[in-house]
Structure formats: structure tokens, C-alpha cells
């Protein structure tokens, strides 16, 4: 059994608040393509404006539509990366195996990010995604082996 200060949990922690980080960014990645488009969601941010200029940017834009849903799908997967992972690295894997799982998973998520903002083709964006996906699927069947062999 793993200890909150071990290696594997130290691992955890970093490459989770990296996740986390990123997660985080696409909030102001939102805000920098809602400002340089020109495309506001609330009466509020447009107040300061011309009313002519009100209503015309009162509008949503497909770039800015790009940038929340990667970060929609950053909230479905971060998450659950998040609480399968803590619980990882409390059960006791090999450091190169938990590493591998972390790494994996920080660098599907920062490459799905890259791909779906630029509009890569597919199927870059389902191959970063399930790539990641299957990290948290594969740490979870970890967690549920090792504690039905308890």
C-alpha cells in the first residue's frame, strides 16, 4: 500500500495539477477567442460598447464554440483522471508503471487540446481522446484488481 508522500503519489499529484492546469487555461483560451472574435455571450461584456456594435456581438462564433468544447471534454476527463488516479496511486503500482499511466494521460490531453483548437483531421482528436480515456480505464481495472485480491 502506497503512502501520500511516495514516489508514485508525488507522481500523481504533479502530472494531476498539470492536467488541472491546462484544464484551467482553456477557460482564458475562451475568453482570448470570445475577445478576438468578437463574440460575447452576456449583455454585460458589450455594455462599454456602441449600441449599434451591442447586438452584433452578442453572437457565438465557431472558434470560440471550438474552445468549449475542448474544454467540456477536459471537464469529462480530467475529472474522473483526477479521483481513479488518486486512488492509483495509493494501491500500490510499480513507479515506471504509474508513470507511464500519468505521462499518458498529461500528454493526450494537452495533444487533444492542440488538435481540436486547430481543427486537426480526424482521427487525431478520437485517437487522443481514447488514448486518454483508456489510461482512467486502465488505472481503474488496476484499482478494482488489486483491492478484490485484499
Do not use: W
Amino acid at each position: 500500500m502506497a503512502k501520500l508522500g511516495d514516489e508514485v503519489f508525488m507522481a500523481y499529484t504533479t502530472y494531476s495539477v498539470i492536467v488541472i492546469v491546462k484544464m484551467m487555461l482553456m477557460s482564458l483560451m475562451t475568453a482570448y477567442f470570445r475577445i478576438t472574435r468578437g463574440a460575447f455571450a452576456n449583455e454585460e461584456d458589450v455594455a462599454l460598447k456602441p449600441v449599434a456594435e451591442r447586438k452584433k456581438m452578442l453572437q457565438t462564433h465557431p472558434d470560440v464554440e471550438r474552445v468549449r468544447r475542448g474544454h467540456r471534454n477536459d471537464l469529462e476527463n480530467v475529472i474522473p483522471f483526477v479521483m481513479v488516479g488518486f486512488f492509483y496511486a495509493l494501491s500500490g503500482p510499480a513507479l515506471s508503471t504509474a508513470l507511464l499511466h500519468f505521462r499518458l494521460f498529461a500528454g493526450c490531453r494537452i495533444l487533444h487540446t492542440i488538435v481540436y483548437v486547430f481543427a486537426f483531421p480526424q482521427p487525431s482528436r478520437g485517437l487522443t481522446f481514447l488514448a486518454g480515456y483508456g489510461v482512467t480505464f486502465s488505472m481503474a481495472f488496476s484499482v478494482l484488481s488489486t483491492a478484490l485480491r485484499l
